[in-house]
């Protein structure tokens, strides 16, 4: 455990944790609060889309040979009259 806490990452997690929770605080005491928002937004954003843009072609892919699968089936269904 006392290795755990002296690690880099343990630091790391602990100096993200303290940023995250000091800036909202200083930047809502300055009546900033807004620009944060934006900033965060704006950082965000590309992220979010890419994301967005990676699930609709899985989705696109499996739903393709879901489809694919179905008409096989069908095919077969009817070969077998």
């Known amino acids: 455990m006392r290795d755990f806490l002296k690690s880099n990452f343990f630091s790391t997690v602990v100096i993200i944790a303290l940023i995250m929770a000091i800036f909202p605080t200083v930047f809502g ?27 609709d072609a899985v989705d696109g892919f499996t739903s393709f040979y879901t489809e694919f699968d179905r008409i ?6 009817s070969a077998r009259r």
Do not use: R
């Open 29 to 55: 005491v300055m009546g900033l609060s807004g620009a944060l928002k934006d900033v965060v937004n704006v950082v965000l954003s590309p992220v979010q889309k890419v994301f967005t843009y990676c699930t």
């Open 72 to 77: 096989v089936e069908e095919i077969m269904h």
